[in-house]
């Protein structure tokens, strides 16, 4: 464990300060009626934007974000959004939570999101910690993934219940009166216009509602219909192999392993999850047919080839077709797609969801800045720009995989487990597998980051801010982000946090609130652990860039120049 000494958190004075005007202009056809409905929600502990006294009228109640769908992904913005004081309205077409059992594997990145939405510990109580994964053909160990590393703060691997960790996340939101939600309420169309978005629900009731929003979240999953409307089309569909997916409860297997058996006659999978229960994913071969698959006797046989015990309790069965696609761009005009809306990959890497978040971190700050008029709308754009190629790099490693763990064609597994058992053989190479070095960390070449031809930003600018424990002045060990808090944070290597910032004469940093950290003691986590350089960093904890003490003047007016008109800075 690596521990800093941070001595000296500055906090500095927030002023909602409009940095931009704000571009919009009211809907053609809205007025600025201010009905009880309105006054009702003004009362609410909110953010509000001068938008809504254009848009909200007794038939299209408004909120500045409205977020289609209520899986993983929607959860999550809410909860940042919530963080931030942001209006929400969620709308949920079934009428509850999803009890499907879909992701089991949550990573490091994912558990530092949860962080930021204040909901780790509430995670963590249902968590099954630092799984390794072992690859398996016939007797042969293909890798051994058992990672040592916590760049994040959190092990790379951990196991968890989608649905209870979606239940999780709605207990979270109720912290924040300025989100609502609503079940059996499905989207049916939308209007977009430069203003704002109308869209027509469908009620309980067996009426269509209106509301307006600022912006429409697109998170209703691989079947989008937002998606669809807006005429934006999925690449790069490659396969769609089908799974027969189980999960049992009662297990008295002690063993945090995940293994892949990559078995031409059968791949499957197992993995231990928490509170003493498992998933088990089974190829189907051609020609089987599912509701075979679906039948207990069958499943029995198959949990007890992979060495299970036959008596075993299942809980949930599905058969589920996996694919790999990603949509052309995350969004159009004032409409964002995030999560499964965006991009689908088979499970073998554990990262759809875990890319569902990755998307509401990334936005979910900019959208504050846009509406608290603290940056040009053109902020937004970089949603799509930054997102995009990560998830891109996610779905390949899954594909690769996959590639990996599913040949049922002999020959060709036979020439994988001759490549793997001599890439074995060659220490840097198994020492790269094990520590799951394979996984892309995220590095963003373009977007909201700034590249100014230094080496230092070369090195570092876009990447994610490493997060280890810290101390804190009053002698507290904590994470890293718990210091940094919710918005940018300046961060320096320097002994003296009285005299640290001293020298930063520009106004932006207390006009946007900028928390200024001191760090004492040098460590391998730190990016550069040089002294006289200044790191900033993004809310959602990638650098967007550094410099030092002779050029502050200048890269903060650029930074205001890049919040303002999003000036040209790529890699
Ligand atoms: C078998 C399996 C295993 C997986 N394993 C992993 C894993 O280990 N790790 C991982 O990270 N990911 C994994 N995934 C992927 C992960 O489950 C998904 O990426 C994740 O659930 C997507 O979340 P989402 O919120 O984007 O969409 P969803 O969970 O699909 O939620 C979309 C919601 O939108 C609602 N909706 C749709 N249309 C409308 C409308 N018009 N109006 C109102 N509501 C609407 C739907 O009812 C739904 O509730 C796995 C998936 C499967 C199938």
Redesign the pocket.
Known sequence: MISLAITCVQLMPHYALNLVQNQARPLSHATAFIGAWYRWRKRRICHQTNLELNMSTPSHPYFSIII?????????MGNLLGTFGIDVLI????AG??D????????DE?LRICQAMDLSHAVIENILLDIDAHYISGKHYLAKVSPTSKRNGYPLIS?FH?PEF?ATLHHGLKRFPCVSILFQ????TFEQSDSGVILT?STPEGIFKTFACSYLLA????????RRQLGISMRGLTFSQK?L?IDTINDDDPSTVATFFCNPDRPAVT?PAPHASR?W?FMLLPGEKEEDLLRDQKIRTLIQQLGGSPDIQISRR?I?T?HASLAQTFSKGRVFL?????H??P?F?????????RDAHNLSWKLQMVLQSQASPILLDTYSQERHEHVAQMIWLSKFLGKIIMPTFKPAALLRDGVFLTLNTIPSIREYLTEARLKPQPRYKKGFVLFDGTKESKAIAGIMLPQSEVKTPEGKMTLLDNILGTGFALLRLHDNPEEAFVSLKANIWQHLGVRFVSIENETDIFPLNQRDLFILVRPDRFIYGVFREEHADAFAATFRKHLLHLIHTQK
Request: one cysteine or more; a negative charge; hydrophobic letters at 45%.
């Open positions: 289609v769908g209520a899986g993983p992904t929607s959860l999550t709308l949920e077409r079934k939570l999803s499907l059992p879909k992701a089991i594997a949550l990573d994912g196991t989608q979606e309420h499905a989207v049916e629900v998170c209703d999953g691989a079947k989008s219909a937002i799974w997916v993995v998933r994913e599905l589920y996996f995030l999560g499964d809306a965006a689908l990959m499970p890497s554990g990262q759809g969801m875990s890319s569902g978040l």
